[in-house]
């Protein structure tokens, strides 16, 4: 199983980032996938989830409004569309995949983590 973000960069506050995490070898369209983050310093935490058919989202209350949470199960891929960006959301961006398909909000839930993709917001 592999899970591969993209997406990632520098960009400065109030801008936009695309973030995608694409997987394979994993029966993608029942897995709930996640978002998490993880800033310098700082315990990896909840971002955003979504449900196996995309029915279902969820968002940690600071991104609510800003962020988007996406699917495509024919390309294997979720997304993460963050808006208005703000530099405390710096953080390498992780995406998981949960295979009891709920898309849960805590970590333990997840059996496959990414690498990671690095985001840097500028003030």
């Known amino acids: 199983v592999q899970l591969v973000e993209s997406g990632g960069g520098l960009v400065q506050a109030g801008g936009s980032l695309r973030l995608s995490c694409v997987a394979s070898?994993?029966?993608?369209?029942?897995?709930?996938m996640g978002w998490f983050r993880q800033a310098p310093g700082k315990e990896r935490e909840f971002v955003a989830a979504i449900s196996w058919s995309g029915g279902m989202s969820y968002y940690k209350d600071p991104v609510k409004g800003r962020f988007t949470i996406s699917r495509d199960n024919a390309k294997n891929t979720v997304y993460l569309q963050m808006n208005s960006l703000k530099p405390e959301d710096t953080a390498v961006y992780y995406c998981?995949?949960?295979?009891?398909?709920?898309?849960?909000?805590?970590?333990?839930?997840?059996?496959?983590w990414g690498q990671g993709t690095q985001v840097t917001v500028s003030s």
């Open positions: 998981a995949a949960d295979h009891q398909g709920l898309g849960s909000t805590t970590s333990i839930a997840y059996d496959y």
């Open positions: 070898e994993l029966p993608f369209s029942r897995y709930g």
